[in-house]
Nanobody
Framework: QVQLVESGGGLVQAGGSLRLSCAAS????????MGWFRQAPGKEREFVAASGGSTFYADSVKGRFTISRDNAKNTVYLQMNSLKPEDTAVYYC????????????????WGRGTQVTVSS
């Protein structure tokens, strides 16, 4: 079992920045992929970024968001710059015990999410 706790969400103006953190505990291994997903009201949960042996990004956030990971602390971060109103969503951290996937169905463990609101 892996437990995940996100933090760092909030309200920011368009063009601003936020840094999300996700701390994992339990049976966590550096080989596991850790990902960020987001879900806006009325929309499906979508992939944002993932970190494991490699890093992957959704096209919508490339060049603006950066995922990083501290394996010693079992923590993954999401630095979000140049935020846009369309980035408004609940952001979830998730862990996949296998190789990278952008499908939320492939991730076994989830945090409760943290709200990010970008005002125009």
């Amino acid at each position: 079992q892996v437990q995940l706790v996100e933090s760092g969400g909030g309200l920011v103006q368009a063009g601003g920045s936020l840094r999300l953190s996700c701390a994992a505990s339990g049976r966590m291994y550096s080989s596991y992929y850790m990902g960020w997903f987001r879900q806006a009201p009325g929309k499906e949960r979508e992939f944002v970024a993932a970190s494991g042996g490699s890093t992957f990004y959704a096209d919508s956030v490339k060049g603006r968001f950066t995922i990083s990971r501290d394996n010693a602390k079992n923590t993954v971060y999401l630095q979000m710059n140049s935020l846009k109103p369309e980035d408004t969503a609940v952001y979830y951290c998730a862990v996949r015990t296998g190789y990278y996937s952008s499908s939320p169905d492939r991730y076994a463990y989830w945090g409760r999410g943290t709200q990010v609101t970008v005002s125009s």
